[in-house]
Every structure is written in C-alpha cells, then in structure tokens.
C-alpha cells in the first residue's frame, strides 16, 4: 500500500505520521509528500524521512483545473494507492477525486458538521463553546462532508486562551489520526 500524504503548512501531524509509518506501526510505504506551498515547513519536517517530496502551487500550474490534473499525474507516476491529508488547506478535485473516492481521508480541527471549512479552531473560541474536537472523516465532493470515521470532543475551558485551545487540539490530533490510519490501513492490507 503506497500512501501519499498532503500537506501545506507547518506539518505537524505529517511529522507524526511519517515516524509511524516509516517505524511500522501504521501500515504501507510513506511513498509521496505533496505540497501546495514550496515554501512550507512540512518540506523542511520532510527532510529526514528521505522520501519523494513534490510540490508545486495552483499559480504555476496556470489554474485549478491544470494543478488538479497534474496532481493526478504525479500520483499514478509515483503510483498511490491512498492519500492522507494532513493539513492540506485545498478542496480536492474531481481530477484527484474521480480516482481515488474512498481512498482519500482527512483531518479536521473540529467535531464535524459543525465548523467545516477554514479557521474551525478560531471560530470555536470566538464563539466561547464548551467543547469542539477533532474529526477524520473520508472527502467527497463536498467541504469537510464526507462520511465520517473517528471523532472526539475537546474541550474549551473558560481561561483559556486561543493558544491554549489550539494546543489541546493538536495534541488530541495527534494521538487519534495515527490511531484510526493503523485500524483503516491494517483492515485494507488484509
Ligand atoms: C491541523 O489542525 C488540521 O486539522 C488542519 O490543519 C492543521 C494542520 O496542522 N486541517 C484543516 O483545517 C483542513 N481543513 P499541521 O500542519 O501542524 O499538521
């Protein structure tokens, strides 16, 4: 099972998954990190690992449609069998999507359906809830709408501030995308 992961900021969770799946506890071979940002952090996390790391931006590629086919492309050539998005801030498209519909999971910073979309954690706090969570749910043609996988609440607690909330997040992250890729990826390798 060749896994891509996409990302396109810091890298935080690609960082996490890498190690696991290059130390064997998540199944597969880390074949791929795309990138949407050249300059991103997650390419300089990437180092280390000593995988195949491609990236290019929508603009180079002349649009949105010419970006997506290229994608795809770079995923037959390197020959992807799943895709894990983690922290990847763009809607897949139907060129990635036609092909890869239930082989494509992702990562969201909030207990969906509520807060899809970009700055889930910032609107959580500004609207004060008691908790907000994470979600891995698998992408469809939708924003952050396809079915569901795994969830859990975080909590928000009254002192808190944004740091502390996005902290909780990540860390809560962390511990459940892993998790729920060993169960999903050791079911398909069987
Ligand atoms: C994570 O919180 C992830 O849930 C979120 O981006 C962050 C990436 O952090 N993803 C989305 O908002 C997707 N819509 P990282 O770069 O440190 O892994």
Redesign the pocket.
């Known amino acids: 099972m060749k896994i891509a992961i996409f990302?396109?900021?810091?890298?935080?969770?690609?960082?996490?998954l890498a190690q696991k799946i290059i130390g064997g506890e998540i199944p597969g071979e880390l074949a791929l990190l795309f990138c949407d940002h050249p300059d991103?952090?997650?390419i300089e996390r990437s180092r280390k690992f000593q995988i195949p790391v491609v990236t290019f931006t929508v603009k180079a590629c002349g649009d949105k449609q010419a970006y997506e086919e290229k994608i795809a492309q770079v995923l037959e050539q390197y020959k992807i069998d799943f895709i894990v998005?983690?922290?990847?801030?763009r809607v897949i498209g139907q060129p990635v999507l036609s092909k890869y519909e239930g082989r494509i999971v992702?990562?969201?910073?909030?207990y969906l359906p509520a807060y899809?979309?970009?700055?889930?954690?910032e609107r959580a706090f500004a609207d004060g809830v008691a908790q907000t969570g994470?979600t891995v749910h698998y992408i469809d043609a939708g924003l952050?709408s396809g079915p569901i996988i795994a969830q859990k609440h975080v909590p928000l607690y009254s002192d808190d501030c944004l740091e502390d909330l996005?902290a909780r997040?990540?860390a809560c992250?962390h511990k459940l995308y892993p998790a729920v890729l060993k169960e999903l990826l050791s079911k398909k390798g069987e």
């Open positions: 990302a396109s900021g810091n890298g935080s969770n690609f960082e996490v991103a952090y997650v998005l983690a922290g990847y801030m992702n990562l969201h910073p909030a899809p979309g970009l700055h889930a954690i994470v952050d996005e997040i990540h992250e």
